[in-house]
């Protein structure tokens, strides 16, 4: 099991920027692909971004291809999220998961998740 806990969250004006970071701890994170998903208010959860084990291949969601960089730090147990032009629509409750695999789109495909952080994008 790997324990995360997401930090980096908060409001900013469209265009801005954030980096999300995800502290991990537990089972080796090195061997676990990490991913991003999120959350907006009456919507299901999606897919952001992952990241496989030892870094190299990345994938994202069409609707942050550009804009949106996923990265990990295996000597730090961490992973970052940088996220750049944000838009409105990318406010959402950020979390943070560890695959069961190298690395998956598919949320069902992640054993252990964050509790979340809340990015607010205004106009």
């Known amino acids: 099991q790997v324990q995360l806990v997401e930090s980096g969250g908060g409001l900013v004006q469209a265009g801005g920027s954030l980096r999300l970071s995800c502290a991990a701890s537990?089972?080796?994170?090195?061997?676990?692909?990490m991913g991003w998903f999120r959350q907006a208010p009456g919507k299901e959860r999606e897919f952001v971004a992952a990241i496989r084990s030892s870094g190299g291949i990345s994938y994202y969601a069409d609707s942050v291809k550009g804009r949106f960089t996923i990265s990990r730090d295996n000597a730090k147990n961490t992973v970052y999220l940088q996220m750049n032009s944000l838009k409105p629509e990318d406010t959402a409750v950020y979390y943070c998961?560890?695959?069961?695999?190298?690395?998956?789109?598919?949320?069902?495909?992640?054993?252990?998740w964050g509790q979340g952080i809340q990015v607010t994008v205004s106009s």
């Open positions: 998961a560890a695959a069961r695999f190298s690395i998956s789109r598919r949320s069902d495909e992640y054993d252990d």
């Open positions: 537990g089972r080796t994170f090195s061997r676990s692909g």
